[in-house]
């Protein structure tokens, strides 16, 4: 049988036996210039798509005709026009629905997470609600709420709901066996074990899933105003794409997009402050 033999020599021998896996060139550039540069290939591309009238001028405008529009749109919403009126019942919808679904997705998430009824005769449940269509709830929840906000905010929680209580589950659940054992020693109870052990390992993935809800809440929203009437971004959408206006519904599009973004950094700026302790790395070891 063959020996290794430790490498005579300094500590510097020592340390060439170390792998280290490399960076590439491509993880070595800043995150800023990445996305400026993806960003231009895809206006690029966009735009060379227009010129040789690939696709109809009716279907997809040039990046010029939504620049235009996107200036016009933010001009009205800083004259204080009735685009500003129209994205703050959006802006409550999203608000609202978010919160909704935290309420009730972390609070289903530790009934399944914490005992064995929620995960055997709950949980079935909420898997196959969550693999019905959900937009064919939008009439249900117009019929039971009426055409105002709530019927908006009861279906952008219902589609912002599940992440979160997936999310809150698999939390509780990772906590190790040693943990649980030494809580157990000493003679910890159930609920001191919950929220002194199972909780904080849980805030990892307890907020994944709020960011996956964050991006939901807002495609909830918006499903319900097409759907269920409205006054908001939604509903200027839906009339700007029946006159053919395309410019405007990209340009209003965008501009969700702005708050659908917002609200992920402000859950994930609330990650960083609470689970202080974990440290995001991106692929290739860049931080």
Not at 46 to 60: C, E, H, K, P, Q
Not at 177 to 195: E, H, I, Y
Not at 225 to 252: D, H, M, Y
Request: no cysteine; aromatic share 12%.
């Amino acid at each position: 049988m063959t020996h290794l033999e430790p490498a005579s020599g300094t500590d510097a021998d020592l340390g060439d036996t170390v792998w280290v896996e490399e960076t590439s060139w491509l993880d070595k550039v800043p995150r800023a210039v990445q996305m400026i540069f993806v960003f231009a290939v895809f206006v690029l591309f966009w735009d060379l798509v227009t010129r040789f009238g690939l696709v109809s001028a009716i279907i997809l405008p040039t990046p010029l005709e939504t620049f235009l529009d996107l200036i016009f749109v933010g001009k009205n919403l800083l004259s204080g026009g009735y685009m500003l009126a129209a994205l703050w019942i959006t802006l409550k919808e999203v608000f609202y629905g978010f919160l909704l679904a935290l309420a009730i997705g972390f609070t289903l998430g530790v009934i399944v997470g914490e005992t064995a009824f929620g995960e055997r005769a709950i949980m079935p449940y909420l898997v196959a609600i969550d693999t019905m269509p959900k937009v064919a709830f939008a009439p249900l929840f117009v019929a039971w709420l009426g055409f105002d906000i709530d019927s908006k905010v009861a279906l952008a929680a219902f589609i912002a709901t599940f992440p979160i209580i997936v999310g809150t589950a698999a939390g509780l659940h990772a906590a190790d066996t040693n943990s649980r054992n030494l809580f157990k020693t000493m003679g910890a109870t159930r609920w001191q074990t919950l929220v002194k052990m199972k909780l904080p390992m849980a805030l990892p993935q307890i907020f994944t899933g709020l960011k996956i809800a964050s991006v939901g809440v807002m495609a909830g929203a918006i499903t319900g105003e097409f759907l269920g009437g409205g006054k908001g971004f939604g509903e200027l959408i839906r009339t700007a794409a029946s006159q053919l206006n395309t410019p405007r519904v990209f340009s209003l599009i965008l501009y969700l997009s702005v708050v659908g973004l917002t609200l992920f950094a402000l859950v994930s700026y609330a990650q960083r402050r609470i689970v202080f302790w974990q440290k995001d790395r991106v692929a290739g070891g860049v931080e």
